[in-house]
Nanobody
Framework: QVQLVESGGGLVQAGGSLRLSCTASALAFDGYTMAWFRQAPGQEREGVSYSSWGGIMRGYADSVKARFTIKTDKAKNTLYLEMNSLKPEDTAVYYC??????????????????WGQGTQVTVSS
């Protein structure tokens, strides 16, 4: 059973930075695609970024390109999302997710079967 635990959310001013972490159980990175999603109040969950287990394949939603960076650390079984130049519209609950297999393109929630509990990111103007 894959288990995912996010951390690192918080309150930050516009233009600031945060780093989210997602610690996964030992098997999560072997043959898995990892992803970050976010969901703002009243909105659907949207894909933010994805990475293959080895980090060879990565992708980002247009809204976060050049501002967010996804990284994997297999030694620590941890997925990161480094968020820079944050905007108020980035405010949401951020979720880590895992899919057994390789995926590409902006991640879709329906493709992912394993989810963390989410961490709140609030960007003030």
């Amino acid at each position: 059973q894959v288990q995912l635990v996010e951390s690192g959310g918080g309150l930050v001013q516009a233009g600031g930075s945060l780093r989210l972490s997602c610690t996964a159980s030992a098997l999560a990175f072997d043959g898995y695609t990892m992803a970050w999603f976010r969901q703002a109040p009243g909105q659907e969950r949207e894909g933010v970024s994805y990475s293959s287990w080895g980090g060879i394949m990565r992708g980002y939603a247009d809204s976060v390109k050049a501002r967010f960076t996804i990284k994997t650390d297999k030694a620590k079984n941890t997925l990161y999302l480094e968020m820079n130049s944050l905007k108020p519209e980035d405010t949401a609950v951020y979720y880590c997710a895992a899919h057994r297999g390789l995926l590409s393109g902006v991640p879709k929630p329906s493709d992912f079967g394993y989810w963390g509990q989410g961490t709140q990111v609030t960007v003030s103007s």
